[in-house]
């Protein structure tokens, strides 16, 4: 069974960072494409970035400059770096491992 832990949401002012991480257990971590959702408050759920098993990476492209997904392997962990936050990334964000498992759901809220 796939278990997912996301950590590293928060309150935040604008302008500031955060790095989400995804710790994934229970599947073949190293083989399968992962990914970072979000939702904001009223809306629907929203793609962020993918990236795959060999490395490339995909991100939106509003959000690109901003957001970088990576991953680390060897801690089964996905981490998503945002940087000059605004309020309007205000949101639920999740990660996704392969195509059918969610984390449970972290919240950002970027305001002052």
């Known amino acids: 069974q796939v278990q997912v832990v996301e950590s590293g949401g928060g309150l935040v002012q604008p302008g500031g960072s955060l790095r989400l991480s995804c710790v994934a257990s229970?599947?073949?971590?190293?083989?399968?494409?992962l990914g970072w959702y979000r939702q904001p408050p009223g809306r629907l759920r929203e793609w962020v970035a993918t990236i795959y098993s060999a490395g490339a990476s995909y991100h939106d492209e509003s959000l690109k400059g901003r957001f970088t997904i990576s991953r680390d392997n060897a801690k089964k962990t996905m981490y998503l770096q945002m940087n000059n936050l605004q309020p309007e990334d205000t949101a639920l964000y999740y990660c996704q491992i392969g195509t059918m498992t969610w984390g449970q759901g972290i919240q950002v809220t970027v305001s002052s």
């Open positions: 229970g599947t073949d971590f190293d083989s399968i494409s």
